[in-house]
């Protein structure tokens, strides 16, 4: 067996071996977390997290795909400028993008409360919108150094 398939084989177990503990973990955290709250509670985080996804989908506007397609292109080229451009460029879009956001789950934080008829929603999806903007910076360098090393 060649070192690269011997590699290949260890990097296969790891990833599988992460997925199947990160998946139990989700699903034994989600089991404490449905009893520690009840009913109504996890309605509410039920509810929060749909909006969150939504709006982590929003907030990306396929800029993730943009890095993974266009930094390998760069890099082949040599063209060292481009790459810092486009990265510049997406991070001041999705800062922009997030700012944007933050400011209208705080202004319409109210109308969120009144749609789903429960006092205090509305600040903690604005508190949600806010703590998922501070991912955005790792996903991003994530993705670049996924695009770069690939």
């Known amino acids: 067996m060649s070192e690269a398939t011997r590699q290949v084989g260890q990097a296969m177990f790891w990833s599988v071996g992460a997925r199947i503990a990160r998946f139990?973990?989700?699903?034994?955290?989600?089991?404490?977390?449905?009893?520690?709250?009840?009913?109504?509670?996890?309605?509410?985080?039920?509810?929060?997290?749909?909006?969150?996804?939504?709006?982590?989908?929003v907030a990306g506007m396929g800029l993730s795909q943009a890095v993974l397609k266009f930094l390998p292109v760069l890099k082949v080229a040599g063209d060292g400028r481009g790459a810092r451009i486009l990265i510049r460029r997406i991070i001041g879009v999705q800062a922009l993008v997030w700012a944007v956001l933050f400011g209208l789950s705080y202004v319409l934080s109210g109308r969120f409360e009144s749609l789903f008829g429960f006092e205090g929603i509305g600040r903690i999806l604005w508190l949600s919108v806010g703590l998922l903007a501070f991912e955005m910076p790792w996903k991003l360098l994530c993705q670049i150094l996924n695009a770069y090393y690939e």
């Open 24 to 57: 139990a973990l989700g699903f034994l955290s989600s089991v404490i977390v449905v009893r520690a709250l009840g009913k109504d509670d996890y309605g509410v985080l039920s509810l929060i997290r749909v909006t969150l996804v939504f709006i982590g989908i």
